[in-house]
């Protein structure tokens, strides 16, 4: 049997971290097995649903790369095949439709609680056949009275249910709306998914979706549930803490290798394995080995799994362009003929994101402002200004700028004045980049090019 399985978000928000991971576990499982996946958008919660998140729930996607095979279904397409379905269901006795009252359903749901009992509708009119012309009605399944439903969770070993638990769920609202777990069902079966694999909120679904399946007739799919995310200090996933919108991470300057690995690794391991290519998750994946226990969500984690990527992709064409955006993002100007590979070669070991890479180059891009000169007074004391026009001139001569001819006019200047050559880089340091930490300074000057160095040493050596 081909294997298929689903991705079926509700287009009531943003995809979040908890559900990029049904995704993805939903994703490689059907790659594994050479299987089809498919993406399904639940928007039948007419209020709830927006436009502007079946756009976000595809973006994300598309921007990690958990690519469907078929789809984008949306459920408000599909109306007429639930409409159908209910009919059928209805014309075999498997349904029936409940003309009570909102009142009334409110009034016996307090008598219930009042008595201590769990609240449930009273299958009134199940028993009482009434044929009315009311249109004021909603349909509801005829969920088996005794037995049990038992299904082995590909997560969580095999749950039991007591059908005598199990209310007769509406399957469709006074509205003529189908409701979600009736759609899930058609929709599961039309589209012969094989492992629904879903948020363990949904475990309680599960028994009235393989009831009505069964009255169907149908094939009944395995079933993994998967726990929940939550936050390193154990705290629930909420949305403050963490970026809920996960596209966000992608406007934060992070690589969708640290998202995937990220997530993929919350509740899944493989050995002591840290770090898969995409190509590996797809031969490695395994429900059997995803964890009961709710997963911690670790953003320094992510930062540090952002920082390996960024420092093991090549430095091509991608990362170039992407540096180009978080610059602009902060309102730096790029001129093309900077070297953006250099740049990026000698930046990135100290950058978790692109936008830290953006933020901590800015200085190869624009002017420098020192603020307070005293800083570079602290290195050399009163002699800096000389040294510096020492220095200045003599860079000036330089025909072929490299870091190496730098290097060695900046030790004839150590000598020269009897000074550490530390302090000399450090004196070109704040002059060139405006602060006291950057990575070789001469490499920098090399990168910068031989005018614009010289450039931020005059400015320098006219306000000290
Ligand atoms: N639409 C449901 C949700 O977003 C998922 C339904 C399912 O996977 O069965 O939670
Ligand atoms: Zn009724």
């Not at 009315?132 to 039991?160: A, H, M, T």
């Not at 093991?312 to 540096?323: G, M, S, V």
Request: net charge positive; with cysteine.
């Amino acid at each position: 049997m081909k294997i298929k399985t689903r991705f079926a978000p509700s287009s009531t928000g943003c995809l979040h971290i908890g559900s990029v991971r049904t995704a993805l576990y939903s994703w490689l499982f059907a790659q594994r097995y050479h299987g089809s996946f498919i993406l399904r958008i639940e928007d039948t919660d007419i209020k709830r649903s927006n436009n502007e998140y079946i756009k976000n729930i595809i973006n994300t996607l598309k921007w990690l790369g958990i690519m469907w095979d078929e789809g984008p279904y949306l459920q408000s397409d599909r109306l007429t095949l639930y409409k159908d379905k209910i009919t059928e269901m209805l014309d075999l006795g498997h349904a029936y439709k409940c003309y009570c009252s909102i009142d009334r359903l409110k009034k016996l749901r307090l008598q219930q609680i009042s008595c201590g009992l769990k609240p449930s509708y009273d299958r009134k009119c199940r028993y009482n056949k009434i044929s009315s012309n009311d249109q004021d009605y909603v349909i509801r399944f005829k969920n088996p009275l005794s037995g049990q439903v038992i299904f082995d969770d590909k997560i969580r070993g095999e749950i039991i249910f007591n059908n005598s638990e199990l209310d007769d769920l509406v399957i469709q609202r006074r509205n003529g709306i189908p409701t979600y777990n009736f759609c899930v069902v058609i929709d599961d079966l039309d589209m012969e998914i094989t492992h629904v694999i879903r948020g363990e909120d949904h475990i309680n679904n599960t028994p009235r979706q393989i009831n009505i399946l069964k009255s169907l007739n149908a094939y009944i799919p395995h079933y993994a549930h998967v726990s929940m995310v939550i936050n390193h200090d154990k705290s629930n996933f909420s949305k403050r803490k963490n970026a809920c919108n996960v596209l966000e991470y992608k406007n934060q300057g992070f690589l969708k290798e640290s998202i995937l690995n990220s997530v993929l690794r919350l509740g899944w391991s493989y050995h002591n394995q840290e770090i898969f290519t995409i190509d590996e998750m797809k031969k490695k994946f395994s429900l059997r080995h995803v964890s009961k226990s709710p997963s911690e969500f670790n953003f320094q984690k992510l930062l540090w799994l952002n920082h390996y990527y960024l420092n093991h992709i090549p430095i091509d064409n991608f990362l170039i362009n992407q540096l180009k955006k978080n610059l602009q993002k902060i309102d730096i100007k790029y001129s093309n003929d900077m070297n953006f590979t250099k740049i990026i070669d000698l930046m990135r070991s100290r950058c978790n994101t692109i936008q830290d890479l953006a933020i901590q180059s800015r200085f190869f891009f624009e002017e420098i402002t020192i603020l307070n000169i005293d800083v570079i007074k602290k290195y050399l004391f009163n002699k800096h200004n000389m040294i510096l026009q020492f220095t200045y001139d003599k860079l000036s001569i330089i025909k072929d700028w490299n870091s190496s001819n730098i290097v060695d006019i900046l030790k004839s200047m150590s000598k020269k004045f009897s000074i550490v050559l530390k302090n000399i880089f450090m004196l070109l340091r704040i002059s060139i980049t405006g602060s006291e930490t950057s990575p070789n300074i001469s490499v920098i000057m090399e990168i910068l090019g031989k005018i614009k160095t010289l450039c931020r040493i005059k400015k320098i050596l006219k306000i000290s």
